[in-house]
């Protein structure tokens, strides 16, 4: 069975430093990988997926997520953040085949201060 | 991606009373719905698949019978919490899958969720 650990429940950060949130995943077969953003009260917006090919990925809003196979990471970056970056992050697998369910991490407030 | 709305955005109904939440696929056609439930400051948790025109299929834990999912057309599948209690209380998301022909099968897009509270 696939399963998703994000260490980090908040990370305090100020705004233009950069961050990383962290992102492990155990699986037996390969996995698809994903980072989804949550603002209050609303769903959850692809940031960035990693499927195959290059194993640095870049989303949108200045984010990027490096897959290591080695180390069952897929950590998330962003070498500058803003205030508007304060929100609710969750790393997502999935094994892919027919069901395609998403396996989710229990989340990290990133909490940029000013 | 796709966009998908959810109906009501908030809805208080009293214990022992039916809702209804709507999942609409505004501008794609889905084969395959998703319903999730979160608690406050937790993850979200899948609760059922639902596939167009056949019965959804539900995660280990979660009363069928209770929360009855109809997935009548390519666009619109619901969630209907049946006799609904306090501890029904929570956040409901829908998501759809995106499409093979697009190379985008293995995404899935939420909706903005659903706040319900019983009281």
């Known amino acids: 069975a696939q399963s998703v650990t994000q260490l980090d429940s908040q990370v305090p950060v100020f705004e233009e430093a950069p961050v990383e949130l962290r992102c492990n995943y155990s699986?037996?077969?390969?996995?698809?990988l994903f980072w989804y953003v949550q603002y209050p009260n609303q769903g959850l917006q692809l940031l960035l997926k990693?499927?195959?090919?290059?194993?640095l990925v870049k989303g949108i809003n200045g984010f990027e997520a490096e897959f290591n196979k080695s180390q069952t990471s897929f950590h998330l970056r962003k070498p500058s953040v803003h205030i508007s970056d304060t929100a609710e992050y969750f790393c997502a697998v999935t094994p892919g085949g027919a069901t395609n369910k998403l396996i989710f991490g229990t989340g990290t407030l990133l909490a940029v201060q000013p | 991606g796709a966009v998908v709305s959810q109906h009501p955005s908030r809805v208080i109904c009293k214990s022992g009373t039916s809702v209804k939440i709507e999942c609409r696929s505004l501008d794609f056609q889905a084969t395959t719905m998703f319903w999730y439930r979160q608690f406050p400051k937790q993850s979200l948790m899948l609760m059922a698949t639902s596939n167009e025109g056949s019965k959804a299929t539900y995660e280990q834990g979660v009363e069928k019978d209770k929360f009855l999912i109809n997935h009548a057309s390519l666009t619109l599948s619901t969630l209907t919490v049946t006799s609904a209690h306090p501890e029904d209380s929570s956040f409901y998301i829908c998501s759809v899958r995106g499409d093979r022909t697009s190379g985008s099968s293995y995404e899935q897009y939420f909706g903005p969720g659903t706040r319900l509270t019983v009281t």
């Open positions: 990693y499927l195959s090919g290059s194993t």
């Open positions: 699986s037996s077969v390969s996995v698809y």
